[in-house]
């Protein structure tokens, strides 16, 4: 089946850890974005690739970092600079054909 | 500047009942406008789309949304609400000289009552 996959659907970390968040996607597409989510305050973006080995700060960007060295993979490292990262964040992905996004499960990431 | 906005945080209807959720946008350029929904814990699902052509566009699980450029408005209806429906609505809009970033309305939380 095609589609994106995150991993794991929970995370605990304790404070003052990194942590990485996976998200890889077998839909050959393109771009891949992150977003955080918060009760109340929609999606907010946080980064996002639009081919290999690129990306580009999305609105929330500190205290997270990327990499993009395969297409089908996109992971996130919250840092420990990310002054509060229990949130739920997900993946998403899109064909340079169309216009729509494609999302993951989603991780909600919990710090203790 | 470039938002978007939906007044109704939160929704309550009946099952069977008609459903209108509203979608207001502030864009500069030709928007493409995206519906999607959440539900409790899980991503998101794309209900339907607009870029171009008809204005009223259909979509899945019994939806539609009109978009109206007089109105900067892009509403989303269902006739009859089913329980299954209760879930996170989201409105977005982009375009396609720089569709790489969607701009996001908040929600709105449908609860639907038996």
């Known amino acids: 089946d095609g589609g994106i996959t995150q991993s794991p659907k929970y995370l605990f970390r304790k404070e003052g850890q990194n942590v990485t968040l996976s998200c890889e996607q077998n839909?050959?597409?393109?771009?891949m974005y992150w977003y955080r989510q918060d009760p109340g305050q929609g999606l907010r973006l946080i980064y996002y690739?639009?081919?290999?080995?690129?990306?580009q700060k999305g609105d929330i960007a500190e205290g997270y970092s990327v990499s993009r060295e395969k297409k089908e993979s996109f992971p996130l490292t919250v840092t420990s600079a990310q002054k509060n990262p229990t949130a739920f964040y997900l993946c998403?992905?899109?064909?340079?054909?169309?216009?729509?996004?494609?999302f993951g499960p989603g991780t909600r990431l919990t710090v203790l | 500047a470039q938002s978007v906005t939906q007044p109704d945080i939160h929704i309550t209807v009946s099952e069977g009942a008609s459903l209108e959720l509203r979608c207001n946008y502030s864009?500069?350029?030709?928007?493409?406008l995206f519906w999607y929904v959440q539900s409790p814990g899980q991503g998101l699902q794309l209900l339907l789309k607009?870029?171009?052509?008809d204005t009223l566009v259909q979509g899945i699980k019994g939806f539609e949304a009109e978009f109206k450029r007089s109105q900067s408005s892009f509403n989303l209806r269902k006739p009859s609400v089913h329980w299954s429906d209760a879930a996170e609505y989201f409105c977005?809009?982009?375009?396609?000289?720089?569709?790489?970033?969607?701009?996001w309305g908040l929600g709105t939380s449908l609860a639907v009552n038996p």
């Open positions: 998403a992905s899109k064909s340079s054909h169309y216009n729509e996004q494609f």
């Open positions: 607009y870029f171009s052509g």
């Open positions: 864009y500069g350029a030709t928007p493409y």
């Open positions: 977005a809009v982009g375009n396609a000289g720089n569709n790489r970033k969607l701009i």
């Open positions: 690739s639009q081919i290999v080995n690129d990306f």
């Open positions: 839909l050959n597409h393109d771009a």
